[in-house]
């Protein structure tokens, strides 16, 4: 199935995390980077929001805003995200998924490239690191990650749908992209 095209422009969104902080989106200041993950608890975006928390204060001085989807419900997903430095969003009935083109699918799971990240960040949350996701997850495990990089005109200046649950923009591909957008 070809991925989805991203939008090319984005609406004027007034979000809430789950802190009650309002995020506009696009930012009127800055680049938004609106990550879309799994859900709560998920052990795979731990390990990857964990490299976004080690190079936060690097994120910001390029002028990037945050922005992480879950489509978990926000009590759910607040006992999970409570010590991230940055928004996150519940999004429980992927009404901004669907609005982005974020898919979901067995191929999440089943690609091969994905068991490194699932190995390390299971051990991880084995081992008490992570806090572990709720037993049942209401909109399943077969989400796939995507990232957007939106200007402050709202125009989406990148865009990435992953093609399994660990393929997703590093702290590097963002600080680049970030880099040729300002050009």
Known sequence: ????DPP?????????????????VPDPHGLVHLQFRRFAG??????????????????SAAGVREVVFFH????????????LPFATVADPEKEIYRQFGVESGPRALLDPRSWPAILR????????RFRAPAGRQANGRLGLPAD????????VVAAKYGAHADD???????LLRAAA???
């Open 1 to 4: 199935m070809p991925q989805p």
């Open 148 to 155: 957007f990089l939106i200007a402050p005109d709202g125009v």
């Open 181 to 183: 957008a300002r050009r």
């Open 8 to 24: 090319t422009t984005v609406p004027p969104y007034q979000f809430l995390s789950v802190t009650g902080e309002h995020i506009p």
């Open 121 to 128: 960040g299971g051990l991880l949350t084995m081992r008490g």
């Open 42 to 59: 998920c052990p795979i975006c731990n390990l990857h929001l964990r490299s976004f928390v080690a190079r936060h204060a690097e994120i």
């Open 72 to 83: 978990s419900p926000a009590a759910e997903l607040a006992e999970h995200t409570s010590d």
């Open 168 to 174: 997703q923009w590093s702290v590097d591909d963002l």
